[in-house]
């Protein structure tokens, strides 16, 4: 089963503490730069909670910029680390 | 098993150090600690002057450091009598605490035991989940969650090394 953005989204609005729904959230909304107002602990909850829902251990020496960029980028990579993993 | 064999690995020092005795154990898993709340600790004389409290932060650094022996393998210390390696500890410090309560006053002359339990441990991102409840006489004065983080593996700054604050 693929991971899906409505899934990824519902882990931002618990990791983040967001004042939205996931209608509220576009695919391409980008992790950084946009409206979410998110910190390097935000993200760490937020692979915690990947890790807990998905079991992807996120390495933070693999992460690239790349993947930050938008819902959809996030989901594409963590797509290919169930795979991988 | 006291505190005292301990404390020299520790980075807390003196009266900051909030642990008095190690009362259960299990590496990576849990630990309970005990605390007996001195009447002559200086923090009752200015927290408050008139109605000593022992202050809600405190109880989250007792957990926190606590928390930080889930890490040692202590069986093995207090077993082999054998000096900690430093590096064997790993130096974590607190990036968040969440869904604290303080359902009660803690004040001096109270025996306090911190049950902290390992949640969630992400080896790959550096960081650990913790829960913790400290207990009074078998009541709940306190609870909540702690995540911390940890320097990555062969990098330990000085930085890194101020540990759990």
Partial sequence: MEITTDQ?????????????????????????GGELDIDSIDMLEFFMKIDQSFDIKINK????????????????????????? | MNIEALAPYLPQKGPFLLLDEIID??????????????????????????NPIYPGSYLI??????????????EDFFKSNESINQKDILRGRVLKVENVKFIEEVKPGQTLEAHVVLTQFLDSANCAKISFKIT?????VSKGRIML?????????????????
């Fill in chain 2, 149 to 165: 983080g940890f320097a990555a593996s062969g990098e330990q700054t000085d930085e890194n090394k101020q540990t759990l604050q």
């Fill in chain 2, 25 to 50: 154990h299990d590496f990576m898993k849990s630990v309970v600690i005990k605390k007996t709340l001195l009447k002559e600790d200086p923090i009752f004389k200015n927290h408050f002057p008139d």
């Fill in chain 1, 8 to 32: 990824i989204k519902n882990i931002m609005i618990e990791s983040f503490d967001l004042d939205l729904t996931t209608n509220e959230i576009s695919d391409d909304m980008p992790f950084f």
């Fill in chain 2, 61 to 74: 650094e007792m957990s926190a450091q606590a928390a930080q022996l889930i890490f040692i393998a202590l």
């Fill in chain 1, 61 to 85: 020496e693999e992460l690239k910029e790349e993947y930050f960029a938008s819902v959809q980028s996030m989901t594409d990579y963590l797509n290919t680390q169930k795979v991988t993993q």
């Fill in chain 2, 136 to 140: 009074s006489e078998n009541r709940v």
